[in-house]
């Protein structure tokens, strides 16, 4: 399943790959699970939509939309696209208005499982689990493609909030905060959506490990100078997981469909019985919560 680093360098390589770009059509097809809005309220908000950018919120993929007008606002919209520089740039910078406002929408997906979205071109066989295919103005295809049907794709005219902090803006305090008083596993509270979003068992296992804390811990029982730590680990963890391109495990491809290789970097998660890198212990793998946990019995307290 892809987490908060693989999603974030999805994002990346869309927003590179996509920003203003226009949503032409829509075709989507006809298994009702990848849908979390109605499918009609998708095509009509994705067609002739202008893509402002894609960015990540938590493990979520938000593509900002500007929806441009119907035929007599295309029209308009052409006079304003051979423009001079200068007009472009004030068209562009102005303070946005109320009834730009109106016109912003977002396309929110959620990878799940399995899903991928793939930028073809039209000439390539479509895939087999193909829920959605976007043609673009510039001739290329935005393809979602979820063997497993865990993904989700929706519409919202509001600004889209995952549900808990962002781990990466996080502050100390805050982060420390919400594990204040709780009874649960320090890693089933990790992997909280509601309270930190973003993390999945990779990145919760390897932060523990480098934070020197036991998942099985109770998260309220982490000292001041242990929250510090997992908070310190989180941070690098992530930073260097999205600067690696993320984990390939299973199938996760960017984008562009390159790997990412931060899973040559994991130091317990998948290593059960291989020796610390460490202490040269045996990693332990245990299950909390139905989800496994590699820690190092030596180094985790
Ligand atoms: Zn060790």
């Known amino acids: ?27 989507l097809g006809n298994k009702p699970e990848p849908l979390k809005s109605p499918p009609g309220e998708i095509v009509s908000t994705l067609e002739q939509a202008r893509i402002a950018g894609v960015r990540r919120v938590g493990k979520h993929i938000v593509v900002e939309l500007h929806r441009e007008e119907g035929a007599a606002g295309r029209k308009k919209k052409q006079v304003l696209r051979s423009p001079t520089p200068a007009r472009q740039n004030r068209v562009r910078r102005g303070p946005r208005s109320a009834q730009d406002d109106n016109h912003a929408a977002q396309w929110i997906v959620h990878l799940g499982m399995t899903g991928r979205l793939l930028i073809a071109q039209p ?3 479509v895939a087999k689990h193909t829920h959605a295919i976007l043609r673009l103005r510039s001739g290329r295809e935005l393809r979602f493609v979820d063997p497993r049907r865990f993904g989700r794709l929706a519409v919202v005219r509001h600004g889209f909030e995952a549900p808990g902090s ?33 993390i999945g068992n990779i990145y919760a296992d390897e932060s523990l490990f480098r934070a ?31 600067a690696a391109g993320g984990s390939s495990v299973s199938d996760y491809v960017d984008s562009n469909g390159d790997a990412g290789f931060f899973q040559f970097q994991h130091r317990v998660y998948g290593r059960e019985g291989e020796p610390c890198l460490v202490c040269r212990a045996p990693i332990k793998r245990v299950v909390i919560a139905g989800r496994s946990a590699h820690y190092c019995p030596k180094c985790q307290k």
Do not use: C
């Not at 399943?1 to 829509?26: K, Y």
């Not at 998260?219 to 963890?237: C, I, K, M, N």
């Open 166 to 198: 962002e781990p990466l803006d996080v502050g100390l305090e805050s982060f420390a905060g919400l594990f204040r008083q709780r009874k649960t596993p320090i890693k089933s509270a990790l992997l909280n959506q509601s309270l930190l979003s973003g």
């Open 212 to 242: 020197g804390v036991r998942p099985r811990r109770r998260a309220a029982s982490l000292t001041r100078g242990e929250l510090q730590g997992l908070y310190v680990a989180v941070q690098q963890v992530l930073n260097e997981a999205i």
């Open 1 to 27: 399943m892809p987490e908060l680093p693989e999603v974030e360098t999805i994002a990346r390589g869309l927003a590179q790959n996509l920003t203003g770009d226009v949503i032409e059509s829509v075709w």
């Open 123 to 125: 000439d390539v066989a």
